[in-house]
């Protein structure tokens, strides 16, 4: 598996050089953004033929019609989803085919690259009637180099995107959650010089506060290449040259202001050959764990913790625009959090870069959720792609803290083989990151939960899911019930929580009201929990707002959406919310 992860690492990285790297305007470097209306043919059946369709096929003469066709056809904006942008495609899971013009002047001494910043599900990519390739996944980017394929002038760009529910997907076939499809990110042009820098990662060394280490990759395997490396405001400048693969390390001591929290410290880094320019913002910052401590800057730290979803609750669909990011982190700040689960999958890099800006510590994730087959290969690589890309994308983001590699994973010898695995594969790509997964499966001792998964052996977090007073009973009462665990790591509280109807009042002690009250006294009493939990690191409820999920079909209170959300699918602020507000006020005075 290693050499196979290995293999295709090298295979991706102009993929995400470009994803990182190309929106700025620089001398040497452009973009141009294909976002806005495109027209589109929704393919009910799936019996479009690729052939045609991919080069819009006009009829040739009166005798011949089209049926399969884009003239006069429907558009959607891109970026979204295709659910909550027509009605009639609010449940719908199959193909449509999206197709834009756009025009292209070339320029010499230029590659061009086309950049997806995320197309949900799989994707097929034809461009002026030839295809490009394909890709599966819907949250990590890709790209294609077109030099050889673009052409001056007028360009015919056609997907064929498909959302299909599968048991060889990454989630599988069933997942708690709403299955949007479309273009649900960016796209964009992008236009770089023929030898330029392909990648780069700088990061303090783990467990150090002075030491920077990292490379800088150039897309020619040129040795003797010189890379001028800046930090201005820290008047840090060093020449780098490259090794016979087109590679330059980077390895020097230098005392900046560190990132955290209150003080979430962006340095501007340059980066420049002769031929190309790259700009960064980073953050330095150390995290690791000790004993049963996480760590930041050498400091014990107490996660207090948010999840969410990639989805507006006021518009019912994917969240796609800075505004969007936004709003949901300033929830996030405003309940007291230092810390975001981005669940269950890699989200926005613009909702990464900002969360970074505004101090948020973060837990990113890949879909490796509940019912994957461990034993299926092809479901193996796929996994594996996920977790390279995600990675890829975010290594140089310090607000990211832990690489999750899956959630709610029934142990099984093949599964704790795999993610033992990934995990160690992760390190081989990051080492400057915690390592976690979370858990739901633990043994019960009268009132003890004792954590014993095999898995925790590869972690550095543990990461328990437990709906105490909710999917469980308590065995004691709250304050009684005792965690154990056979690790000595520290653990966060990755999901806890109720549903609740906001608006609905009664009783706090009947579950089946769905009352808010009882989902304020659930958060109370775990809450008592938290606080007789020794080795407790951090705690991070389920979830930041309603959202929507088929799969809730109760249907006084439900309605197609999960309630367990600290916010209405409005924004409205249930009564719990209070409760955790007032908790996290607690901890951040300790």
């Keep these: 598996m290693l050499k196979k992860l290995i293999y295709r690492t090298v295979g991706i990285l102009s993929a995400i050089i470009v994803t990182v790297h190309t929106n700025a305007q620089t001398a040497a470097r452009s973009s141009q953004s294909l976002d806005g209306k495109w027209q589109i043919l929704v393919d009910w059946y799936g019996i479009g033929n690729a052939d045609d369709i991919a080069r819009n096929k006009q009829p040739a003469g009166k005798n011949e019609f089209v049926e399969f066709s884009f003239d006069n056809s429907q558009t959607l904006d891109v970026p979204g989803d295709w659910n909550s942008q027509r009605n009639d495609l609010k449940y719908y899971e199959g193909t449509i085919w999206y197709k834009r013009n756009f025009d292209h002047q070339p320029e010499t001494g230029k590659r061009s690259y086309l950049q997806f910043a995320g197309v949900s599900y799989r994707c097929e990519v034809y461009l002026n009637g030839s295809k490009l390739g394909e890709h599966e996944g819907s949250f990590t980017p890709f790209t294609f180099d077109i030099t050889k394929s673009i052409k001056p002038g007028k360009n015919l760009l056609v997907l064929k995107v498909n959302n299909e529910r599968r048991e060889d997907a990454i989630p599988a076939r069933k997942f ?15 236009k770089v010089p023929d030898q330029h820098i392909l990648d780069y990662f700088i990061q303090l060394k783990k467990g150090s506060l002075y030491e ?15 890379i001028t490396l800046e930090i201005p405001e820290a008047h840090i400048k060093k020449i780098l040259t490259t090794d ?38 980073i953050g330095f910052r150390s995290i690791e764990v000790k004993g049963t401590q996480i760590l930041l800057n050498k400091k014990p730290v107490f996660l207090r913790g948010i999840s969410f979803h990639e989805e507006i609750p006021q518009r019912a669909g994917r969240a796609y625009s800075e505004a969007d990011s936004h709003m949901m982190l300033f929830w996030a700040k405003e309940l007291g959090c230092n810390f975001i689960r981005l669940a269950h999958y890699p989200q926005s890099e613009q909702t990464v870069k900002l969360a970074e800006q505004m ?6 994730e890949i879909p490796v959720w509940q019912g994957i087959q461990f034993t299926n290969p092809q479901i193996l690589s796929k996994a594996n792609n996920m977790l390279q890309e995600m990675i890829k994308r975010d290594k140089n983001r310090c607000g990211i803290v832990i690489w999750s590699l899956s959630n709610e994973t029934a142990p099984s010898p093949q599964r704790n083989k795999v993610l033992a695995q990934m995990a160690h594969d992760a390190r081989l790509l990051d080492s400057s990151r915690l390592i976690s997964s979370a858990f739901d499966h633990f043994k019960y001792d009268g009132n003890q939960i004792l954590i014993d998964d095999p898995l925790s052996e590869s972690l550095d977090v543990l990461a328990a ?31 806890f929580g109720a549903e609740a109807l906001y608006g609905n009042h009664g009783p706090a002690d009947t579950a089946s009201l769905w009352t808010e009250e009882y989902q304020e006294q659930l958060y109370k009493d775990n809450i008592n929990m938290f606080n007789k939990t020794p080795f407790l690191a951090g705690v991070c409820p389920w979830i930041l707002a309603d959202f929507r999920s088929p799969s809730r079909m109760q249907a006084q209170f439900q309605q197609g959406w999960n309630r367990k959300g600290l916010l209405s699918d409005k924004g409205f602020k249930k009564k719990a919310w209070y409760v955790m507000h007032k908790y996290y006020l607690q901890k951040q005075k300790q």
């Design 176 to 190: 708690d959650w709403w299955n949007y499809g479309g273009i649900t990110r960016s796209i964009t042009l992008a």
């Design 212 to 226: 920077i280490r990292g490379w800088v990759q150039l897309n020619a395997k040129q040795q003797q290449q010189t």
């Design 244 to 281: 016979s693969n087109g590679r330059a390390q980077i390895n020097f001591s230098a005392k900046l202001k560190l990132w955290s929290p209150g003080q979430p410290k962006l340095y501007t880094v340059n980066i420049y050959t002769a031929n190309d320019t790259v700009t960064d913002q």
């Design 359 to 364: 101090g948020l510590m973060m837990w990113e």
């Design 465 to 495: 899911n437990k709906y105490m007073g909710w999917y469980a009973k308590w065995p004691a009462g709250p304050g009684n019930v005792i965690w154990k665990s056979n690790f000595n790591k520290p653990l966060i509280i990755s999901e």
